[in-house]
């Protein structure tokens, strides 16, 4: 079992930046990702961006590409989401999830298959 908790979130202007982590109860071994996914009011969860533990591959939505930028802390266990030039558009419930296994782009990408998640942070941009 891995617990993972967000922090993070908060009120920004549109334009400015806020940066999210994703603290993992205890330190794990073999093949995993850990992502980033959103749900604004009345939709469904989205991908947003993912890292691959071992090899640190990121992996982005196209509505945060450019924007984003996702990293880990090994000695932390833990996962930053660096937003930068956020729009309300952005407004959501963030959460983090990490699946284990040796993994596609597509089940990176793909909210089916994460097993572990975390509460979920509030991010809200105004106009």
């Known amino acids: 079992q891995v617990q993972l908790v967000e922090s993070g979130g908060g009120l920004v202007q549109g334009g400015g930046s806020l940066r999210l982590s994703c603290a993992a109860s205890?330190?794990?071994?073999?093949?995993?990702?850990v992502a980033w996914f959103r749900q604004a009011p009345g939709k469904e969860r989205e991908f947003v961006a993912a890292?691959?533990?071992?090899?640190?591959?990121?992996y982005y939505a196209d509505s945060v590409k450019g924007r984003f930028t996702i990293s880990r802390d090994s000695a932390r266990n833990t996962v930053y989401l660096q937003m930068n030039s956020l729009k309300p558009e952005d407004t959501a419930v963030y959460y983090c999830?990490?699946?284990?296994?040796?993994?596609?782009?597509?089940?990176?990408?793909?909210?089916?298959?994460?097993?572990?998640w975390g509460q979920g942070t509030q991010v809200t941009v105004s106009s």
């Open positions: 999830a990490a699946r284990f296994g040796v993994l596609s782009t597509t089940q990176i990408t793909t909210i089916t298959g994460y097993d572990y």
């Open positions: 205890r330190r794990t071994s073999g093949n995993y990702a």
């Open positions: 890292i691959t533990w071992t090899f640190g591959d990121a």
